[in-house]
């Protein structure tokens, strides 16, 4: 069965620092890839989605970037963290299937920056 | 462009009486829709997608596609069904979010 997991659970940086999220899937192959931040009373924002080894496409202008280096891995990042970086960050695959395109989630990040 | 509208943001009812949960969307194709449920604690999951017709946990959803809805139905509310419910929409890769509406279902 496909599994998706994703650390840390919860992070607590500093304004400036770097950010790494991982992302990893198991039990399936050429997955596409997506992360999203989920803020209360505004739903899933998708930031980045990919469709391949990468294959990188983003969504949303910010301080973030993603990478793909491997076929069931994706990975967020920051070179600086801003204070409006904090949030609930959320990984999930899907495989493009006619009929079947729904999406699978991580467990999150919780994302705090002081 | 694609828009998922959610236009409650939580919806209180007691338990036994029924539940709407509205979804409104904006697609010029024929949309792929779903529903999905986030309980306390727990991770995002698929509820149902309108393609397949079917219920789950005693849950429907209808594409009406004059008034481009797919309102999330049940006829009795259970107090475990009390969770976060986001309508999405998928167009080539990609997932359109509602902002969610929270149920909760009272004793």
């Known amino acids: 069965s496909q599994t998706i997991h994703q650390w840390p659970a919860t992070l607590v940086q500093p304004v400036g620092s770097p950010l790494s999220l991982e992302c990893t899937v198991e039990g399936t192959s050429n997955p596409n890839l997506y992360w999203y931040r989920q803020a209360a009373g505004r739903g899933l924002q998708l930031l980045f989605y990919s469709v391949g080894i990468g294959q990188i496409s983003s969504e949303v202008p910010q301080n973030l970037s993603a990478s793909r280096p491997q076929d069931r891995q994706f990975i967020l990042s920051s070179k600086k963290l801003l204070l409006s970086d904090s949030g609930f960050y959320l990984c999930?695959?899907?495989?493009?299937?006619?009929?079947?395109?729904?999406?699978?989630f991580g467990p999150g990040t919780r994302l705090t920056v002081t | 462009a694609q828009r998922v509208t959610q236009p409650e943001k939580l919806l209180s009812v007691f338990k036994g009486a029924p539940v709407e949960l509205k979804c409104n969307y904006s697609?010029?194709?024929?949309?792929?829709l779903f529903w999905y449920v986030q309980y306390s604690r727990q991770r995002l999951q698929l509820l149902l997608r309108?393609?397949s017709r079917e219920s789950i946990k005693g849950f429907t959803a209808d594409l009406n596609k004059g008034e481009t809805s797919f309102h999330l139905k049940k006829p009795f509310a259970q107090e475990e069904d009390s969770a976060m419910y986001y309508c999405?929409?998928?167009?080539?890769?990609?997932?359109?979010f509602g902002s969610g509406t929270k149920l909760n279902v009272k004793p």
């Open positions: 999930a695959w899907s495989v493009p299937t006619p009929g079947f395109y729904e999406q699978y």
């Open positions: 999405a929409l998928y167009n080539f890769n990609k997932f359109y």
């Open positions: 697609y010029s194709g024929s949309p792929e």
């Open positions: 309108h393609i």
